[in-house]
C-alpha cells in the first residue's frame, strides 16, 4: 500500500533533519579544531555507542574516544579544514536510517604548513531519539589525500597520513 501524504512529508522531513545534522557535524569538526568548547555540541551529535571507522585513521568505539579521537589527534594534525559534502543518499527506516555522502575537504597539514584536498566517501548510520537524528556510526574511505600543487594522480596518499 502506497504511503500517506503525512507519512511521505514526515520522511522529507527526517531526511532534511539528517541534512542539517550532517551540516553541524563538517561545521563543528572544523570549527572545534580552533575552540575546544565546541567539542561539547559535537558530542551531542553521537549516540552513547557510536562507533567510526576512518581507515588508517583509525576506528574508535564510544562518545568519548570519538570525541578525543578529533579534539587531539585531527587537531594536532590539521591547523585548517573546510568540510563540504555532496550528493546525499538518505534512506529512511522509522526511526533508523542510511546515508551516504561524497565529502571534499581542502586542508593544512598543522606541522608542515602544506595545503592539500582531501577526498572519501562517508556510510553512516543514524538513529531518531526522543525526535532528535544522531549517529550510530560513520564509515570513511578514503579516494585521495593529496598536495594542493600536485593533484591526486601524482600523489594518492600524503606521508603524513599514513601511518
Same mark, same amino acid.
Given at each position: 500500500?502506497?504511503?500517506?501524504?503525512?507519512?511521505?512529508?514526515?520522511?522529507?522531513?527526517?531526511?532534511?533533519?539528517?541534512?542539517?545534522?550532517?551540516?553541524?557535524?563538517?561545521?563543528?569538526?572544523? =570549527?572545534? /579544531?580552533?575552540?575546544?568548547?565546541?567539542? *561539547?555540541?559535537?558530542? @551531542?551529535?553521537?549516540?552513547? #555507542?557510536?562507533? %567510526?571507522?576512518?581507515?588508517?585513521?583509525?576506528?574508535?568505539?564510544?562518545?568519548?574516544?570519538?570525541?578525543?579521537?578529533?579534539?587531539?589527534?585531527?587537531?594536532?594534525?590539521?591547523?585548517?579544514? =573546510?568540510? /563540504?559534502?555532496?550528493?546525499?543518499?538518505? *534512506?529512511?527506516?522509522? @526511526?533508523?536510517?542510511?546515508? #551516504?555522502?561524497? %565529502?571534499?575537504?581542502?586542508?593544512?597539514?598543522?606541522?608542515?604548513?602544506?595545503?592539500?584536498?582531501?577526498?572519501?566517501?562517508?556510510?553512516?548510520?543514524?538513529?531518531?531519539?526522543?525526535?532528535?537524528?544522531?549517529?550510530?556510526?560513520?564509515?570513511?574511505?578514503?579516494?585521495?589525500?593529496?598536495?594542493?600543487?600536485?593533484?591526486?594522480?601524482?600523489?594518492?596518499?600524503?606521508?603524513?597520513?599514513?601511518?
Amino acid at each position: 500500500m502506497p504511503a500517506t501524504l503525512e507519512q511521505r512529508i514526515g520522511i522529507l522531513e527526517d531526511i532534511e533533519s539528517i541534512k542539517k545534522l550532517k551540516a553541524s557535524y563538517c561545521y563543528l569538526a572544523d =570549527a572545534g /579544531m580552533q575552540d575546544a568548547d565546541l567539542m *561539547e555540541q559535537f558530542a @551531542d551529535l553521537f549516540v552513547p #555507542d557510536i562507533w %567510526v571507522d576512518f581507515e588508517f585513521l583509525g576506528t574508535y568505539h564510544g562518545k568519548e574516544s570519538v570525541v578525543a579521537f578529533y579534539r587531539d589527534q585531527v587537531a594536532a594534525l590539521l591547523s585548517y579544514s =573546510a568540510h /563540504m559534502v555532496t550528493n546525499p543518499r538518505i *534512506e529512511v527506516k522509522g @526511526d533508523r536510517a542510511e546515508g #551516504d555522502w561524497y %565529502v571534499l575537504v581542502p586542508l593544512t597539514v598543522r606541522d608542515t604548513g602544506q595545503a592539500a584536498w582531501l577526498q572519501a566517501r562517508y556510510q553512516e548510520q543514524y538513529q531518531k531519539i526522543d525526535g532528535c537524528w544522531k549517529w550510530r556510526s560513520i564509515t570513511a574511505r578514503f579516494d585521495h589525500i593529496t598536495p594542493f600543487d600536485q593533484g591526486w594522480s601524482k600523489t594518492h596518499l600524503m606521508d603524513e597520513f599514513v601511518p
